[in-house]
């Protein structure tokens, strides 16, 4: 702040006095500067933001969170269809594993036997290894967590690799476990070990919503080591536990609700009451006119195409109603903001492309699919395919199916189906030629394993020099090696002189050269 006339004066008389003056103003200009989000008034009067810890927000409001978004999800489409659309995105076909320690014999042996037991990896005997990711995904989304547990399994079982995967939802965590532990803590139901590493779960031996496993005594937890659980959730602060993706919508979802309910009642209400008979003048209307139907019975329940009669009615007035517009406004606008609590697109969450054009629809689809992209590798990945990877490798080390327990191992999450195929080819191309992308990152893009890919191309390239087969650049012909014979007889019997024009040249070149000799 520059000095005022006034400093200027004094300071010609008493400078010390003048600067402290300019000091002492600028220090409470400092003061009284700050944000105004954290102004307090009669405009924030009201709004409560206590600083309590993440996991003391979530030991409050988790279950009842986790109750209610499961509640919107079985009654609400909106709510339905965002979960779909996210697991729908995020898992797909599946995130598929590929050996990659570098020993192209071992990751061979690796692979195939991953693949076979992915149809027996499922503790209940009904989902395959992928249609388990997209179980637990599910539940991720919807309940905000879910636990896997590993299952060793003995020699007499019959299985190959000894290991078998149970998904359990978040309600068997026992959350009433929290307090100090010795030298550790319990944070709703998960124990911590002095450093603050995961050191047990407090788990139930049954649901405790489920009334026969609460008779059976199923409400007692006991700890599971942290070893044998991978805990799936979405970390947004420091918390030990996580809630439902659709948090910040509950409230929307259930106005929403309400809303369209309301709306139809009243259009019901209205539909009801087809017309009034009154008295001829207004003494003989009363106050509260006495409904009655034809055989004279008190009408208590209004019905359609209902035509009542007053007291002494002999004036009949039909039911006008009123005309309200805005509910197709007013319904959009909530869908985008049950759109952006969820993080998917408006028009994903609606299926309403009347708004759109392709470069919006595209721009958007980048956006969101840049999201999917960080959840695959810096959430599911991590959480839940990693460990169960390693769990993997182990058992088929220890039942001595491979030489190692640890193989390194690369994830390909399922590709994104292309806006327009032609372009996105063209771009993979152009890529692959500049040396910006290899052709297995290409492959492994699509959802697929390179190798496969690649040994499937040879083996289709031996399989047609065998038969004596040519592809050509035009996929309408197919021709023998040697012959210039086609498959497309429009293309044989069109003869054009410009394809005459180089042989003629040729032949002349020819004849003049042995002339020359």
Same mark, same amino acid.
């Given at each position: 702040?520059?000095?005022?006339?006034?400093?200027?004066?004094?300071?010609?008389?008493?400078?010390?006095?003048?600067?402290?003056?300019?000091?002492?103003?600028?220090?409470?200009?400092?003061?009284?500067?700050?944000?105004?989000?954290?102004?307090?008034?009669?405009?924030?009067?009201?709004?409560?933001? @206590?600083?309590?810890?993440?996991?003391?927000?979530?030991?409050?409001?988790?279950?009842?969170?986790?109750?209610?978004?499961?509640?919107?999800?079985?009654?609400?489409?909106?709510?339905?269809?965002?979960?779909?659309?996210?697991?729908?995105?995020?898992?797909?076909?599946?995130?598929?594993?590929?050996?990659?320690?570098?020993?192209?014999?071992?990751?061979?042996?690796?692979?195939?036997?991953?693949?076979?037991?992915?149809?027996?990896?499922?503790?209940?005997?009904?989902?395959?290894?992928?249609?388990?990711?997209?179980?637990?995904?599910?539940?991720?989304?919807?309940?905000?967590? +879910?636990?896997?547990?590993?299952?060793?399994?003995?020699?007499?079982?019959?299985?190959?690799?000894?290991?078998?995967?149970?998904?359990?939802?978040?309600?068997?965590?026992?959350?009433?476990?929290?307090?100090?532990?010795?030298?550790?803590?319990?944070?709703?139901?998960?124990?911590?070990?002095?450093?603050?590493?995961?050191?047990?779960?407090?788990?139930?031996?049954?649901?405790?919503?489920?009334?026969?496993?609460?008779?059976?005594?199923?409400?007692?937890?006991?700890?599971?080591?942290?070893?044998?659980?991978?805990?799936?959730?979405?970390?947004?602060?420091?918390?030990?536990?996580?809630? @439902?993706?659709?948090?910040?919508?509950?409230?929307?979802?259930?106005?929403?609700?309400?809303?369209?309910?309301?709306?139809?009642?009243?259009?019901?209400?209205?539909?009801?009451?087809?017309?009034?008979?009154?008295?001829?003048?207004?003494?003989?209307?009363?106050?509260? @006119?006495?409904? +009655?139907?034809?055989?004279?019975?008190?009408?208590?329940?209004?019905?359609?195409?209902?035509?009542?009669?007053?007291?002494?009615?002999?004036?009949?007035?039909?039911?006008?109603?009123?005309?309200?517009?805005?509910?197709?406004?007013?319904?959009?606008?909530?869908?985008?903001?049950?759109?952006?609590?969820?993080?998917?697109?408006?028009?994903?969450?609606?299926?309403?492309?009347?708004? +759109?054009?392709?470069?919006?629809?595209?721009?958007?689809? +980048?956006?969101?699919?840049?999201?999917?992209?960080?959840?695959?590798?810096?959430?599911?990945?991590?959480?839940?395919?990693?460990?169960?990877?390693?769990?993997?490798?182990?058992?088929?080390?220890?039942?001595?199916?491979?030489?190692?327990?640890?193989?390194?191992?690369?994830?390909?999450?399922?590709?994104?189906?292309?806006?327009?195929?032609?372009?996105?080819?063209?771009?993979?191309?152009?890529?692959?030629?500049?040396?910006?992308?290899?052709?297995?990152?290409?492959?492994?893009?699509?959802?697929?394993?390179?190798?496969?890919?690649?040994?499937?191309?040879?083996?289709?390239?031996?399989?047609?020099?065998?038969?004596?087969?040519?592809?050509?650049?035009?996929?309408?012909?197919?021709?023998?090696?040697?012959?210039?014979?086609?498959?497309?007889?429009?293309?044989?019997?069109?003869?054009? @002189?410009?394809?005459?024009?180089?042989?003629?040249?040729?032949?002349?070149?020819?004849?003049?050269?042995?002339?020359?000799?």
């Amino acid at each position: 702040m520059s000095a005022t006339w006034f400093d200027h004066a004094i300071a010609k008389v008493a400078p010390r006095m003048a600067a402290r003056r300019v000091m002492a103003r600028q220090a409470f200009e400092t003061l009284t500067r700050g944000y105004d989000g954290a102004a307090r008034g009669r405009r924030t009067e009201g709004w409560r933001a @206590p600083g309590s810890s993440a996991d003391t927000e979530i030991g409050v409001a988790g279950a009842l969170l986790r109750d209610r978004m499961r509640d919107l999800v079985r009654n609400n489409p909106h709510a339905a269809k965002a979960v779909a659309v996210l697991v729908n995105n995020i898992i797909g076909a599946g995130i598929m594993p590929r050996a990659a320690s570098g020993d192209d014999k071992l990751d061979r042996k690796v692979d195939a036997l991953f693949e076979r037991w992915t149809a027996d990896c499922d503790a209940d005997g009904q989902l395959d290894f992928y249609g388990m990711q997209t179980l637990i995904c599910r539940e991720m989304v919807e309940a905000g967590e +879910v636990l896997v547990r590993r299952r060793l399994r003995r020699a007499s079982d019959g299985l190959q690799v000894p290991l078998q995967l149970q998904v359990l939802e978040a309600d068997f965590l026992d959350a009433t476990k929290s307090g100090v532990l010795g030298a550790g803590r319990l944070v709703q139901g998960i124990e911590f070990d002095s450093v603050g590493r995961r050191r047990a779960y407090w788990l139930h031996a049954e649901h405790p919503g489920d009334a026969w496993g609460a008779l059976r005594g199923g409400l007692d937890s006991r700890p599971v080591p942290a070893t044998e659980i991978a805990h799936i959730y979405e970390k947004q602060r420091t918390q030990a536990r996580g809630v @439902p993706w659709g948090a910040p919508v509950i409230r929307s979802l259930r106005d929403l609700d309400d809303y369209e309910v309301a709306e139809l009642v009243r259009k019901k209400t209205e539909a009801c009451v087809t017309a009034i008979v009154f008295g001829d003048d207004e003494a003989q209307q009363g106050i509260a @006119p006495s409904v +009655v139907d034809a055989d004279g019975n008190r009408v208590e329940q209004f019905e359609p195409g209902l035509i009542a009669y007053a007291r002494g009615g002999k004036d009949i007035r039909f039911n006008q109603p009123s005309a309200t517009g805005g509910y197709g406004e007013y319904k959009r606008a909530s869908l985008h903001t049950i759109s952006a609590g969820f993080r998917v697109p408006y028009e994903l969450l609606t299926g309403d492309l009347s708004q +759109v054009n392709y470069s919006s629809i595209r721009a958007g689809l +980048v956006e969101f699919r840049r999201q999917i992209d960080a959840v695959q590798w810096q959430l599911f990945i991590p959480m839940f395919c990693a460990p169960v990877w390693r769990w993997f490798t182990e058992a088929a080390w220890a039942a001595g199916q491979i030489p190692s327990p640890t193989v390194p191992v690369e994830w390909s999450p399922p590709k994104f189906e292309a806006v327009d195929p032609q372009k996105d080819a063209m771009a993979n191309l152009l890529s692959i030629r500049s040396g910006t992308m290899t052709l297995a990152e290409v492959i492994a893009k699509q959802g697929r394993n390179p190798d496969a890919v690649l040994a499937e191309i040879a083996a289709t390239n031996t399989k047609l020099d065998a038969l004596g087969l040519v592809l050509d650049s035009d996929p309408r012909r197919v021709t023998k090696t040697g012959s210039a014979q086609s498959n497309d007889p429009a293309a044989d019997q069109t003869n054009d @002189p410009a394809d005459d024009e180089p042989a003629a040249d040729a032949n002349n070149d020819s004849a003049q050269a042995d002339q020359q000799d």
